[in-house]
């Protein structure tokens, strides 16, 4: 029966954001390697902090996050005036979109950049405008050709996802300098804590020196808390006073506020799993190359990686094998990336199972 009622126009073009496999029929043990989730969980202090509020359920969180925003500007060295808590460092990126863009507006992105910055596009009636990579990694010169009268806002997520890659601060110092004081640099460093490289930054220090630039942040990725719904934005005062006019008045439950305050304090266990995932990371992609299939430079918690063979051993083949054994990763078809899987480094066991796994599929 078709409904009377009928949507803003643009908004039925949008093709839902479909997360990774959580579920898979008929086996004993599953392996979820398809969300980019820390393996190793929250910190034990995070998670005691979550516990306690049981008996405060039924009282509305803080609706400035003054205590969460205190720690972050602690723990990152940050003026805390300038941050803005959000359900999740999505929420924050549509507030952004649903702020400065609109109908017969452009919203330019890395072509393999999150699918939500198309969709947060999508939903305010603006043009998503994806800009070509080269070897998958996003290419400034490609994004400032791109960019027109109609730009509003600009997306570099940094290290990105699905791709792994990352640009340097210069390039991305280079980036801001070439956009007009009218376009907003949104640089997303959701996989900054993994990224050990010295040319990198995650960019608070260009907020800092910009009227333009906003770095968003996640509490879902090393901390954990990816059920919580947690992120963060770093941005110019005036940016911070137009996202709190439109965000939820407690967008940030009181339970993670707490549980962000505990994780962020806890940097032994943000190093701890640090190091576990740089560990594997290297491990994992060196033991998939000796398996003929062609791992990436990725600095994040990820490994993207492309399977070169014929048919029966192709991305789509090993995804429908690997979920027969319980192993559930990322097929890439959706960012245009059909000869790909993306793997979430997982625990140990859980690593050296997928190559277990892998070996016996391409042997």
């Known amino acids: 029966m078709t409904s009377p009622l009928k949507p803003r126009p643009g908004i039925l073009d949008i093709a839902p954001y479909v997360g990774g496999d959580a579920s898979a029929e008929g086996v004993n043990r599953i392996i979820r390697l398809a969300s980019n989730e820390n393996p190793l969980g929250p910190s034990p202090k995070a998670i005691e902090a979550y516990k306690d509020l049981q008996g405060e359920l039924h009282r509305y969180p803080d609706g400035g996050s003054n205590d969460l925003r205190t720690a972050i500007a602690t723990s990152e060295g940050l003026d805390q005036d300038r941050i803005v808590c959000g359900a999740g460092s999505d929420e924050l990126i549509s507030l952004l979109v649903r702020a400065y863009a609109g109908p017969g507006d452009e919203v330019l992105y890395s072509e393999h950049g999150f699918l939500m910055y198309p969709i947060s596009a999508k939903a305010v009636g603006a043009t998503p405008v994806a800009s070509p990579e080269h070897n998958l990694t996003t290419d400034v010169d490609e994004i400032l050709a791109q960019t027109t009268s109609r730009t509003k806002l600009v997306f570099v997520a940094n290290p990105n996802n699905p791709t792994g890659t990352y640009i340097s601060a210069d390039e991305l110092r280079r980036l801001r300098r070439g956009l007009p004081e009218s376009v907003l640099l949104v640089i997303d460093a959701a996989y900054a804590e993994y990224v050990a490289a010295d040319d990198y930054s995650a960019g608070a220090e260009l907020v800092g020196e910009s009227q333009n630039v906003v770095m968003t942040r996640t ?121 790909y899987l993306r793997f979430t480094i997982g625990t140990e066991d859980e690593t050296r199972s997928v190559v277990e796994a892998l070996d016996k599929f391409l042997s």
């Open 219 to 339: 509490f879902s990725k090393i901390h954990g808390l990816a059920s919580l719904r947690l992120g963060w934005a770093y941005c110019p005062l005036a940016v911070v006073d137009v996202l709190n006019r439109l965000r939820g008045p407690f967008n940030v439950s009181l339970a993670a506020q707490a549980a962000g305050v505990a994780a962020i304090e806890d940097k032994s266990y943000v190093e701890y799993s640090r190091k576990h995932n740089a560990k594997w990371l290297a491990w994992f992609n060196e033991e998939v190359a000796k398996l003929g299939a062609e791992p990436g430079d990725c600095v994040g918690n990820f490994s993207l990686v492309r399977f070169p063979g014929p048919e029966e051993k192709s991305a789509a083949a090993a995804l429908s094998y690997l979920k027969t054994r319980g192993i559930l990763v990322r097929g890439m078809g959706g960012y245009g990336l059909p000869d």
